[in-house]
């Protein structure tokens, strides 16, 4: 059943993120405070190089702040960083997994088959219509109560496009840069380190767990978009919804000045798909 895709592909992707085992090593990264340490479009950075991530100017002073007051900055700039480095690597690592399975992706999500044909070589994508199983809404004061076996509604009507869309669009995130905290947040001496460490691998924890949330929202919303379409054909074959309709008009040669069209074509939608009560006209679904 492809709308199993959901929890297998979750799944997969998420069993592809193990924990990454520290280096204790200490590495000075070549890195302008004003500049990201990573790009969109570099592979992003490993949880070992955050941790023994150290200033880029070896004099800066840390303006002698009692421990207490310093502690809590570089607690808060360490859960910064991990998260957003986690968040970064993760989104890294779920493009890599949605490569490997493109081609599985393009057969479940195939969007053109969906799609109506319009004049001038254009395209209408279907409405998204939605469906509620076993309604109530109960009135604010108690009295009355309107209970369905089923809703449809239609959150998205059709409409014109050039292309299909794809699960290209939904799915792929740009993992971003990753900017390095201030030099006198970085921890200078084997007391900061440790709480570096610790509070940057919570950050991290945190910034991984945000890429698989953000994934499988992702992934949601387009199983619940495909489906909507495919509902719309379902209840279009059964009459319970009407088709869409666009007219051409030729305008043949337009423009004039600086500019001329010449075979100059106009589509419109001139009447969209709407619900259609009249159940006399309703035909059964085939099998």
Known sequence: MRFLLTTSL????????AFITPNTAHAVLPVDKEEPITTGEERPLELEYIFSYE???????????????????????????????????????IRQELDLRKRYLNRVF?????????PSGLLIEPPIVTESMNSMLIDIDG???AVSDKIYNIIRNAHIVSAPRTWHV???????????????????????????VKHSAMGWEYGWQQANDIFKEDLSRLESDFRGMIRYRMLLAQGMISPPYALQVDRGITGGGDQMRIGDRAVQITGVPELMTGAETWKPASR
């Open 55 to 93: 200033a880029v100017d070896e004099d800066v002073q840390n303006e002698e702040l009692p421990f207490d007051i310093r502690a809590e900055a570089i607690k808060e700039a360490a859960i910064s960083f991990g998260a957003r480095g986690g968040l970064a690597k993760r989104t890294y690592e």
């Open 170 to 196: 939904y799915l792929e995130r740009e993992w971003g840069k990753v900017m390095p905290p201030p030099d006198i947040l970085v921890p200078q001496n084997d007391r900061e380190r440790e709480l570096w």
């Open 143 to 145: 009295q009355t109560a």
């Open 10 to 17: 979750c799944a997969i992707i998420a069993a592809s993120g």
């Open 110 to 118: 195939n969007f053109t088959q969906l799609l109506v044909s319009a």
